[in-house]
């Protein structure tokens, strides 16, 4: 498909500064503009690149000041950012979306499948099962038996869910994600070997729901491990058993949390943050990256540092440390200084 | 099924306190439980739920004393905790058991399976390939050639063994988990790319292992890569190439053993901890979350940090570093101090 | 197949010391060694292990010294541990390469396929992919929509390749991997939710590139996420949206780089290490295990900690850290002095 600058303007409520006759076909980043394409800017420290960027036209904030000339046609918005996020979510629809049912797949003849279903090929619906409205399947999935999925919600290739678990409503879960393998319980005996304590527990996971690839999502060993509404997971993610993430809390990748943590709602969990079990992580609270939380922390807290501390203290910490030696022979100076002042 | 609660009390060796012919029928946590459900306590930082579960009946340790009235008939066993394993194990055995070969599948004609198999649609089992009895392989698995699979073992959904590698008796391999992958093995050359190195070894796993969702272990260069007998992994956890992981020893999620690490027996080893190559740990060593080890630890060692140190240093430290900047201003303060004195 | 140590020799280049008509049918660890296989010597810590070795023959770099009596046949040679990688190698390329297209599989009537292909069953190809020739893809693999596989590339079983990706020539992707998942992308809305940013871009893998089992790469938000020739990267590791990694960069397991990042070429990144979002990693880096990294790091630095620091400087730090009582003990120390020679 190909637009003039022009009409994305228009569809985009902004103000064209330059020739709005130009046609453009794909989207660019602007470091990486390319000619026909559009880009943007939004982020200040890539306005560098506008002046030499090859992409067609670009789309800037209405407030945008130049700072030299400029070879493209720029489309002022009110926000960029979102003018963009609009602009590929457009893109992204005009693809032609997959439906129908792709043989050998396995259906079986107790599972209730929605309409307008895409199953791939040597995907699997097992006993029970059933499959909302407009749901997608790719290849290879895994459905266990008595599993829900609700309406609108993509499983892409080779995602495994096991039996009893809920996926809501317009969720999206990633290739190779897992939800629903057995928590990590074990109880020790007296000869040193470990007996494993039965996961009879399930997973539900709430509408509107996004999992990342390889991300893993433990049964409760009883009751239900809770991914809320809005919850956006992203790859390689470790969830345990019993634990519940709130609503729109999002969490970065390679994050693990352990059993039966509670984490309240619009938090943001950094990459590869640890949270030990049993403990809870109040609303909108704030976990820098490689953070290791060991004790409950309340809302609204910003924290980072293995143990985790308050983010400003944590700076300052850090700092020092990169200078420990200098802390340490000030203190040996001053020892020697005392030992002196003693001897005079 | 429905039992009384004098039944599940009979069962347990435990004595009834209370009204033994309410009827249960699931078991509940109990924080979160619900009339007609049977629920326990074990940790004493859950006794505060007693007084309000809706559960109908509760299982506690012989001495539990209550602090105030509750609505619920007790269970008094020995060890309320083994209790609910034991009703939890009982309740998993009471589900059907798959089995049969469904189709498609595959099984190659060179390949050898025992009795009683469950072998799931879109499974593969390759040339040579020895399953023994009561194995249960789910959709999607794949078995390379050679590969040996012991008796009552079950690989759920997607796992992936490559070619060559042995799987021992009573094994429980979870979804999307990797056996046998190549080693990372590279020699750098004079233009600076690198050159494989072929890995020829396997993996061997011994009896009665776990090995979570999406955890991948690598095949030896040569030899094997061994997972000795009762060793339980969590998921995600990365096992390199011509590791020793000793008996009984436990990992917890994200943890990553680099190559040709021996690890003893009886160990526990925290979530996302990492520990370097060629390095000895002891037996029954344990390991914080989050712990990095660069040098080989005794037997029965408990430490933590990154570098790694013995536990309570690292707690001293760590609080010391929380207010790094207090002790600074207080070399400082002396500084100064000492500056002025010697103007006197 | 069984060779004499003298043939070995001569493939080698290598000098026999010792009993050249023995008879080798396998490789071993020195540690491993068992008769009628051949052992190497390379790292110095192994060279203890050479005086009781059971291996029949050793191969050791030609300045080897024994420090006492041995039991096995010596190859000397230039480089042993190249030695050992040219033998691993023709071991490896002496076994059987799959051939042919095993059924069920599936493949597109749009779908283009080379000559001499493997394709396992349960393995899919999707419309107007493009797959090379002598391309091994083993059962269960999926290709999504428009992808491009380069010549000899292998996909083992259970890779993921969503739609429009590009594969080189010459690569090896490790089960379970997905590459082209979408970005972790999100604007946040004014009600606390989030909505999702369509990823319209692509991942591109160019030639002699290793991916390890479990490990992600998604694709880019815009233009490609791009893993430069001769990266080699470990298992579980995560690459975001919009990443490059340079040429002949090594990355081991459990790694984590955020959404564009630019890492340089010969870089060599360490296990567990996380690098945040939009920053610049010149060429020929090495980060320890387990480093966090905020800010961009230029050409040639060595680097560990989190936050990443020189690596010396952190040596000290790091062991003034595991003694840090004794410092703030000695500032208190010097605080009692001070306030009695203030008295006085």
């Known amino acids: 498909m190909e637009f003039t600058v022009k009409d994305v303007a228009a569809f985009l409520d902004g103000v064209v500064e330059g020739d709005g006759s130009i046609k453009v076909s794909n989207i660019s980043k602007i470091d990486q503009g390319v000619p026909g394409t559009l880009s943007f800017l939004s982020n200040p420290a890539y306005s560098k690149y506008i002046y030499n960027t090859l992409a067609s036209a670009v789309i800037v904030n209405k407030d945008f000041q130049p700072e030299g000339p400029m070879n493209c046609t720029l489309i002022r918005v009110e926000n960029s950012y979102a003018s963009l996020a609009r602009l590929l979510n457009l893109y992204e629809k005009s693809k032609p979306v997959k439906r129908g049912i792709e043989q050998p797949s ?50 892409y290739s080779g995602v495994k869910i096991y039996a009893d678990c809920r996926i809501g409503a317009n969720c999206i879960i990633h290739s190779g994600a897992v939800i629903g393998s057995d928590g990590f319980g074990f109880a020790p005996t007296s000869d040193g070997t470990y007996s494993k304590i039965a996961q009879i527990g399930n997973v539900i996971i709430e509408d509107f729901v996004e999992i990342g690839a390889n991300t893993t999502v433990d049964c409760a060993t009883m009751g239900s491990t809770l991914i809320r509404k809005g919850v956006k997971l992203d790859n390689l993610i470790q969830i345990a058993h019993n634990v519940e993430v709130g609503e729109n809390t999002v969490m970065a990748s390679q994050a693990g949390i352990s059993g039966s943590v509670k984490i309240g709602r619009n938090c943001m969990i ?75």
């Open 270 to 344: 950094g990459g590869q943050v640890g949270i030990a079990g049993h403990i809870t992580i109040g609303d909108e609270v704030k976990l820098g990256d490689q953070s290791g939380v060991m004790t409950s922390i309340p809302d609204k807290s910003v924290m980072i540092g293995s143990p985790v501390m308050e983010h400003r203290a944590w700076m300052k910490s850090s700092a020092i440390f990169r200078n420990l030696s200098q802390l340490r022979n000030d203190v040996i100076q001053l020892q020697k200084l005392a030992k002196q002042q003693d001897k005079e």
């Open 106 to 155: 396995y259906i079986s003849s107790t599972a209730k499948t929605g309409e307008n279903l895409y199953l791939g090929a040597f995907a699997y619906i097992s006993d029970k099962a059933v499959i909302g409205n407009n749901v997608r399947i790719y290849p290879q999935v895994y459905i266990g038996d008595n599993v829900v999925v609700g309406e609108n919600t993509i499983l």
